[in-house]
């Protein structure tokens, strides 16, 4: 089946095409017939892309001011007899769509009916920077094509499984039960998919493993997956918490946000900038958020940059402990996301000297990873196994929505929690 996966932030829509069935994905033979993006939302010369395998890249150059009009424009560049891959709107068969927060509402992904919407609408209170524009592009979309399921597939819902001891804050319990303060965790999609992946590398089922799974792009997190199951992820509350990112700072003294309030002449908004937007690789190296340029900056000896990089590695190895014992044992450790996938380097600084662990590093295989592919970079035979797995948060978007459709996923599922109410 032929399923569009859409993915809308505040001035873009993202989408691909992608054709995959319950047998494509048991065979990982899903296909990406198209990929694109609509960008600059809103202004004059906003953009469309779209990248067909083995042809060149189109671009269109238009008007596009809201994101009904910029799906409108997919829809026509999918069908387009010279650039498109459909030969008619009518084959696409199944629309999934990227929502970042699923609150406690949304333990899996789910067909998209009013009331799904409805709820979605709830979690906005929770997301207000992504959830709206989430939700505008799922109601353009059900109402640009009618005739086929629309399918939700949430960040948050993989870490639903969290027992209350890992997402409930050491607060005020009101502030839980009041205004729904506790962990909720991201990039659920991305550590579902690379542990399932993960297993199916070691040729292993993946209730027999504790995998720790590091998404490490301009966002990091991290996962510790038991059997399947997410039982504690590093952001909380928002993407903030947990790792050094490339402009997040990660985990903090709590104290410090007012302290800064008070001793520096910053506003909250501001400060919330600079948490956000100023601090992590980029407010540590004063060099850049990226870390290539991080890299390049202490291989010639900036001091700074290569502060930047140790603190970000520590960060992780402390977590491959702290999940470890969360889980009462460890089988692999996978690394993805831009990082993660790309870097030897941070991987081996990581990982470094944890043979007391079972961690042993394949110098060779970890220096020599072939890009985009998925392989194993520890020693043959060590008792912790390391991975790099490409993630791919669209076909995950679009497996979903296969096997919900194909009844293989409850098809509304409304998370239960344990903690005291
Ligand atoms: P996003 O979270 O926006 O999806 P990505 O997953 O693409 O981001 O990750 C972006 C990060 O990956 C950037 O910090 C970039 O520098 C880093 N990256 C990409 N390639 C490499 C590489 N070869 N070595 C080190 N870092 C890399």
């Not at 910029?70 to 009518?90: D, Q």
């Not at 409930?168 to 579902?192: D, K, M, N």
């Not at 039982?231 to 709590?254: H, I, K, N, Q, W």
Request: a negative charge.
């Amino acid at each position: 089946m032929k399923v569009l996966v859409l993915n809308c932030g505040s001035s873009s829509v993202k989408f691909q095409v992608i054709e995959t069935s319950l047998e494509m994905i048991e065979a990982n033979a899903d296909l990406t017939l198209a990929r694109g993006a609509v960008e600059k939302i809103g202004l004059s010369d906003s953009r469309l892309s779209l990248d067909v395998p083995d042809r060149k890249p189109h671009q269109e150059i238009a008007e596009i001011l809201e994101h009904r009009a910029a799906i409108e424009r997919v829809l026509k560049v999918l069908v387009n007899p010279e650039h498109g891959v459909l030969g008619n709107v009518a084959e696409i068969e199944a629309v999934g769509h990227r929502v970042v927060h699923g609150g406690e509402k949304f333990a899996s992904s789910v067909l998209v009916n009013p009331e799904v919407e409805a709820m979605i609408e709830e979690c906005v209170v929770l997301a207000p920077l992504h959830n709206p524009h989430n939700l505008r592009g799922l109601t353009a979309a059900r109402s640009l094509l009618p005739g086929v399921p629309h399918i939700a597939v949430f960040d948050t819902a993989f870490h639903q499984s969290m027992p209350p001891k890992a997402f409930v804050y050491g607060l005020p319990y009101e502030l839980y039960t009041r205004q729904a303060i506790r962990r909720y965790g991201f990039h659920g999609t991305s550590h579902r998919f690379v542990s399932i992946r993960t297993a199916n590398l070691l040729r292993r089922p993946i209730e027999d493993l504790r995998i720790v799974t590091c998404h490490l792009g301009n966002g990091c997190s991290m996962a510790a997956v038991d059997r399947g199951h997410s039982v504690d992820t590093s952001m909380g509350f928002t993407p903030l918490e947990g790792l050094l990112m490339g402009t997040r700072c990660g985990d903090l003294d709590a104290a410090i946000v007012p302290w800064v309030l008070a001793m520096e002449e910053v506003t909250l908004a501001q400060l919330n900038a600079m948490l956000n937007k100023h601090s992590g690789l980029y407010g540590v190296s004063g060099v850049s958020s990226d870390m290539r340029e991080i890299e390049a900056a202490c291989a010639t000896g900036n001091k700074r940059a290569c502060l930047a990089l140790d603190i970000f590695c520590y960060r992780i190895r402390k977590y491959v402990g702290a999940y470890a014992a969360a889980m009462g044992g460890l089988d692999a450790v996978t690394f993805t996301g831009g990082i993660g996938e790309n870097s030897p380097l941070i991987r081996a600084t990581t990982l470094a000297g944890m043979d007391f662990f079972g961690i042993e590093l394949d110098e060779d295989a970890n220096r020599n990873a072939p890009r985009g592919k998925e392989v194993l970079v520890s020693r043959p035979g060590t008792r912790v196994a390391v991975a790099v797995i490409p993630t791919n948060e669209e076909r995950v978007i679009a497996r979903d929505t296969v096997r919900v459709l194909g009844g293989v996923m409850p098809s509304f599922a409304v998370a239960g929690t344990d903690a005291p109410r």
